[in-house]
């Protein structure tokens, strides 16, 4: 049965307790701490990846160069299969061109120029796991001025409704 309450006891004021302080280093050591993945489980199969395409842009091609021959030792070292890797021969140039003045001058006018270089490399068999800490290890050390776009091919199962 529903109790009721007593309300002619008297009331305690509440009181404010001390602010506790808490150093940031502690809750920064102590998220990460929870963030660290767990291997995986035993009956979850990893997943398989035939292909993994690195497409680099940037504009200084002997910076890409650098960085291609760090991304292929970093794949022998942890047994990835390297596959083709190649340059584009000529730059892309995008070239804007604009008045010198803004109301009249027509006739003068400045040409802007962008050139941007293109490397691409492709790595073969990876697993999840191994594919993971390569990802992780050649982004942390992308050198300034270069893009990377990431492009993977996952191998998967056929379906039941096609092996029939």
């Known amino acids: ?18 602010k506790h302080h ?23 199969p990893d997943k398989l990846y035939s292909r ?9 091609p002997e910076v ?17 299969e390297v596959g083709k890797h190649w340059a584009l021969r000529k730059a892309v140039k995008d070239r804007l061109t604009l008045l010198k003045s803004v109301h009249i001058y027509k006739k003068h006018r400045v ?25 992780e290890y050649i982004e942390r050390n992308l050198p300034e001025g270069i893009a990377l776009k990431v492009t993977k091919v996952e191998l998967q199962e056929l379906p039941e409704h096609l092996r029939k």
């Open 1 to 18: 049965m529903l109790k009721w309450f007593n309300f002619s006891r008297a009331v305690t004021p509440f009181v404010l307790r001390p």
């Open 64 to 80: 890409m160069k650098s960085y291609a021959i760090f991304a292929k030792t970093a794949a022998e070292h942890l047994d990835i």
């Open 52 to 60: 993994l395409e690195l497409q680099m842009k940037g504009i200084d």
């Open 22 to 44: 808490v150093r940031g280093l502690t809750d920064v050591v102590s998220s990460t701490a929870k963030t660290v993945e767990q291997p995986p489980v035993e009956g979850v």
């Open 111 to 135: 040409q802007y120029e962008v050139r941007n270089y293109y490397r691409f490399m492709h790595f073969h068999k990876l697993t999840g796991s191994t594919l993971d800490t390569f990802l």
